[in-house]
């Protein structure tokens, strides 16, 4: 899944600001429940904790996804050096003849 979601071009950065963003908005739906729905307190800590259980999620998200995105980096660096070390052992082998 995480590939995937990489592959559709979804960053680590994406979900982090998504965990921030759910943080902020798990904030606002308590205020704005409290201040606007008369079920009271109760209700509005519902409707906090509902959207605040979002971020752990995002978060994990992020994490998992900035692993993939070391992977492809480290793979792309490997193949790099790979490519390079091909250059120069047939250079080598083309001054030689």
Do not use: C
Not at 69 to 86: L, N, P, T, V
């Amino acid at each position: 899944m995480i590939g995937k979601l990489h592959s559709w071009g979804l960053k680590s950065s994406h979900m982090y600001s998504a965990g921030i963003a759910s943080v902020g908005l798990a904030f606002a739906s308590w205020a704005a429940s409290n201040r606007l729905e008369a079920a009271g307190v109760d209700r509005a800590d519902r409707w906090g904790i509902f959207i605040g259980e979002w971020a752990p999620t995002f978060f994990a998200i992020g994490v998992a996804l900035r692993l993939e995105e070391s992977h492809d980096q480290a793979a792309m660096e490997a193949s790099g050096q790979r490519g390079r070390a091909e250059e120069r052992v047939g250079a080598a082998q083309s001054t030689m003849r």
